[in-house]
Structure formats: structure tokens, C-alpha cells
């Protein structure tokens, strides 16, 4: 089973930064698409980046130019840079394969506000 573990959330002003990251318990790291997601209550789970094993990145419309998304294989982490932050990214944020097939972590919380 595999394990995922969100971490760096936090409570940041509206034009701050955070990372993320996303440490996996896979022994085989390297070849997975993985994406970064967020969830606020009582809406459903959305995509917000997308790393493929071969380091080609998508971005969802919402966040495209202010979030970066990057994996280090030896590390088996995948990180997730969110500059100029604004309160409707405030959302519980996910890590997990592009298609999202392995179970969910508990996600890390990030919260934009003054």
C-alpha cells in the first residue's frame, strides 16, 4: 500500500508564498505522473498541476503562472510552489498519481487570508 504524506500548509496573506510538499512511500518512484489537488468542502477534488514521469507539467487555468510544480525522484517527493497566493486558493491540498489511484493522505491545509 502505498503512503502519502502532504506537508508545508499553512496560514499566509493574500500575495505570500508557500511549498509544498509530498513525500511517497513507493520504492518505484520515478515513472508515475504525479499531481498536486485541492478540496474545499462540499466541492469536489480538483487537479492544480500535473508533473509526467518525463518532467512535462500542466496547470490547471486558476493557477497557471503563479504555481510551480517539480519532483525530485531521489528524494521520492514531489513539491508544489504557490506564489502570490490568493484567498480562493485557501483549500485542503492533495498529492497522488495523475489519475489519483492510490489512496488519499490526510492532505495539508492552506488558508489565504489578511
Known amino acids: 500500500q502505498v503512503q502519502v504524506v502532504e506537508s508545508g500548509g499553512g496560514l499566509v496573506q493574500p500575495g505570500g508564498s508557500l511549498r509544498l510538499s509530498c513525500v511517497v512511500s513507493?520504492?518505484?518512484?520515478?515513472?508515475?505522473?504525479m499531481g498536486w489537488y485541492r478540496q474545499v468542502p462540499g466541492n469536489e477534488r480538483e487537479l492544480v498541476a500535473g508533473?509526467?514521469?518525463?518532467?512535462?507539467?500542466n496547470y490547471a487555468d486558476s493557477v497557471k503562472g503563479r504555481f510551480t510544480i517539480s519532483k525530485d525522484n531521489a528524494k521520492k517527493t514531489v513539491y508544489l510552489q504557490m506564489n502570490s497566493l490568493k484567498p480562493e486558493d485557501t483549500a485542503v491540498y492533495y498529492c497522488?498519481?495523475?489519475?489519483?489511484?492510490?489512496?488519499w493522505g490526510q492532505g495539508t491545509q492552506v488558508t489565504v487570508s489578511s
Open positions: 508533473i509526467t514521469g518525463g518532467d512535462n507539467k
Open positions: 513507493r520504492s518505484i518512484f520515478s515513472i508515475y505522473a
Open positions: 497522488n498519481t495523475r489519475s489519483g489511484s492510490w489512496d
